[in-house]
C-alpha cells in the first residue's frame, strides 16, 4: 500500500534573511481526461449485459418502459424510504471524523478499531496478504491491529476498513433471481474501482484516500438499482436497449450521489461521483471515470469476454492507464 504526502510545506523569506537557492517549480498536475464519452458508454453497455446475463439469443422485454418509470420514481423518494438502498456502516461516522483530523494517528485508529473482532480478523488477512511483505522485507506474520498499521499506513487502514465495513451491508441486502447474479460482480467492480482511482488520483493532485472512497460508492446505486428490477421485471430477460442502459446509469449514478451525501461524505467526493465522465469535472472526477472504465474493462478480460490486447481495451489508455490496468489483474496476489 502506496503512501502520499498530503501536501508541500513551504515559507516566504525575510528580506533581513539571505536570499533562498533557487528551487525549481513543482511540475503542473498532470492532464488527465474523462475517458471517451461514445467509448465509455459502449464499455457500459458491455458490462451491463455481461451482468445481467444477457446473451445474442436473449429476447427483448416489454418491461423496459415500466422499470424506467419505476426507476425514476425511486429517484425521487427521500433516501430514509428508499428500502432497497444500504444502511450506512456503524463504522463509516468515525471513519470520516478521522479522514477529517489530520491528528488521529495510527496507534489512535488501530485502538478504536481493536474493538470489533471481525474486522480486526479482515484487518489481519489484509496484512498478511503476500503483496504487502516485498516492500517491507519480512514474512512474519502480522498478528496486531498495531504492527498492521505501521505495514498499511494510516490512509491504507482507512481503506480497508471502508471496505470491509461496507461489505457485510452489501451482502446481506436479499438478493432476486438477477441481484443474486450481479451484486457478487457489482461488489468486486466496486473494489476495482476503488483500488483504480486512488491510484490514478496522486497524478492530478487528488485525495488518493478520497478517491478510493469515491471509487466504492460509485456503483452502489446500480447494485441498488438491479435490486429494483428484480421486483419489476417480468421477463426471463432484462431490457438490452441502448437506451435504456443509458438512463439506468444515469439513474443510478443520481443514487449513488445521494448515497454519498446521506452518509456524510466530503463535498470532493460526492462531486466526484456527480461529475464523473464530464469534461468540465474536477480532477477528481476524472480519475474516478478512468479508474471505473478501467475496472469494467478488467472484468471483462478477466472473464474472457476480451484479449488483454485487444483494441477496444486499450483505447484511450496512456501509459498510467495501461499500468493501472495491470496492476488490476494483480491484486489478489
Not at 6 to 24: F, H, I, Y
Request: aromatic share 6%; glycine share 6%.
Amino acid at each position: 500500500m502506496k503512501r502520499w504526502l498530503d501536501r508541500l510545506l513551504g515559507s516566504d523569506s525575510e528580506e533581513s534573511k539571505p536570499a533562498p537557492a533557487p528551487v525549481a517549480p513543482a511540475p503542473a498536475p498532470a492532464r488527465m481526461r474523462a475517458p471517451d464519452p461514445v467509448h465509455a458508454q459502449q464499455v457500459d453497455a458491455l458490462f451491463y449485459r455481461w451482468l445481467a446475463g444477457i446473451t445474442p439469443n436473449s429476447g427483448p422485454s416489454s418491461d423496459e418502459k415500466i422499470i424506467l418509470v419505476d426507476l425514476a420514481y425511486m429517484g425521487q423518494l427521500p433516501m430514509d424510504e428508499i428500502t432497497l438502498a444500504p444502511s450506512m456502516p456503524p463504522l463509516f461516522p468515525h471513519l470520516l471524523r478521522s479522514m477529517r483530523d489530520s491528528t488521529v494517528s495510527g496507534a489512535d485508529l488501530a485502538r478504536q478499531l481493536s474493538q470489533d473482532k471481525e474486522l480486526v480478523a479482515e484487518i489481519l488477512r489484509e496484512a498478511n496478504r503476500p503483496c504487502h511483505h516485498p516492500h517491507y522485507h519480512t514474512n512474519d506474520p502480522v498478528t496486531t491491529v498495531e504492527r498492521a498499521t505501521m505495514l498499511l499506513g494510516v490512509n491504507g487502514l482507512r481503506m480497508l476498513v471502508g471496505r470491509a465495513a461496507l461489505l457485510p451491508n452489501i451482502i446481506s441486502m436479499t438478493p432476486g433471481p438477477f441481484s443474486q447474479l450481479s451484486t457478487p460482480l457489482l461488489w468486486r467492480q466496486c473494489e476495482k474501482c476503488a483500488l483504480a482511482a486512488s491510484v490514478l488520483a496522486p497524478a492530478v493532485r487528488a485525495n488518493p484516500v478520497e478517491a478510493y472512497f469515491a471509487g466504492l460508492l460509485y456503483n452502489l446505486g446500480l447494485i441498488v438499482c438491479f435490486r429494483l428490477l428484480d421486483q419489476v421485471n417480468s421477463e426471463p430477460a432484462l431490457p438490452q436497449t441502448d437506451g435504456f442502459i443509458i438512463a439506468l446509469h444515469a439513474q443510478a449514478r443520481a443514487l449513488s450521489v445521494r448515497i454519498a451525501e446521506a452518509w456524510g461524505f466530503p463535498d470532493t467526493v460526492v462531486c466526484a461521483i456527480e461529475q464523473a465522465g464530464q469534461t468540465d469535472g474536477t480532477p477528481l472526477s476524472h480519475a474516478l471515470a478512468l479508474g471505473d472504465m478501467i475496472s469494467r474493462l478488467r472484468m471483462l478480460v478477466d472473464s474472457a469476454h476480451f484479449e488483454a490486447d485487444d483494441p477496444f481495451v486499450l483505447e484511450g489508455l496512456d501509459a498510467a492507464g495501461l499500468a493501472c490496468f495491470e496492476e488490476l489483474q494483480n491484486e489478489d496476489e
